[in-house]
């Protein structure tokens, strides 16, 4: 009878220690995936940048995120020039500035065409220390691992082809207590607005024989050239219209896409790429 109670209590002790040892090892992997889901050291997942309909870094980062935050400062230049006016199919330079003298800071940001809510012209990383996320059609830059103790972050961004109106680029920053846990963060949101030089696109259109009014949804040519035959063609090549006059075209109904418009005059054959968005 001593015997089998020894038994009894050899056994409920292996269970017991085996049950410790798997809880340990459950406790410690869920500890350790909910931290490095929360430190996003080498950027966050897209659309957290506080655009309409998207999320911020609240959503890994407990805390409230303040917003119209000079936390975050967005320079847009050209040619070392700063402008809060943009110049359609021009590339700038853009610095983006967390200032606050934590060690660890990451951020997010898109460029938005205000009227529709999607993506406005292009960004391109320019080195390590940034990144582009892309979800469906909207288009994203990060900071990365090589640079989550940066102040300061440099890329480029193309303007769209054509006026689109108002455009905001959406920040988000993150300033990190560096605790390794989501904890006692402190995010930051901002939107920095720029609009279209319309000067630029009184000149432009001077002096080109076709030009696509994306405000008025239409592609028009000028009125001082005589057009024998003006044609429409798809990003495959396929023929859409064919007419022969140069009366403005309404793009209304036309999918999202690249489209090639030619004009062929007595003198000289013309060919633009449209892109409608």
């Known amino acids: 009878m001593k015997s089998s109670s020894i038994l009894f209590l050899f056994l409920l002790a292996i269970v017991g220690f085996s049950f410790l040892s798997v809880n340990s090892v459950s406790i410690n992997y869920i500890s350790k ?109 990060n900071h990365t691992s090589t640079s989550n103790t940066n102040s300061q972050f440099f890329f480029k961004w193309t303007a769209p082809s054509d006026n689109v109106g108002e455009i905001k680029f959406y920040v988000a920053s993150c300033v990190s207590n560096s605790n390794n846990n989501d904890s006692g963060d402190l995010i930051h949101l901002s939107q920095h607005s720029f609009t279209c030089n319309e000067n630029s696109i009184n000149e432009l259109n001077k002096n080109s024989y076709i030009y696509y009014q994306h405000e008025k949804n239409q592609i028009c040519f000028s009125k001082e050239m005589i057009f024998q035959n003006v044609k429409v063609f798809d990003f495959n090549g396929n023929l859409l219209i064919n007419k022969n006059n140069n009366e403005n075209l309404s793009t209304l109904n036309w999918k999202k896409g690249i489209y090639f418009i030619q004009v062929n005059s007595k003198e000289k054959t013309w060919t633009k790429k449209i892109i409608i968005e």
Do not use: W
Request: glycine content about 10%; aromatic content about 4%.
């Open 33 to 141: 995936t909910k931290s490095n889901h929360a430190l996003n050291g080498n950027g966050a997942p897209a659309g957290r940048t506080g655009a309409p309909g998207e999320t911020n870094c609240t959503a890994c980062h407990n805390g409230t995120a303040t917003t119209n935050s000079a936390i975050n400062i967005i320079e847009v230049s050209k040619d070392g020039q700063i402008v809060n006016e943009y110049v359609p199919n021009t590339v700038y330079d853009v610095m983006l500035e967390i200032n606050n003298s934590a060690v660890k800071k990451g951020f997010q940001t898109t460029a938005r065409i205000v009227s529709s809510n999607t993506t406005a012209g292009t960004l391109q990383a320019i080195t390590p220390s940034t990144a582009i996320l892309t979800s469906g059609t909207k288009q994203f830059i």
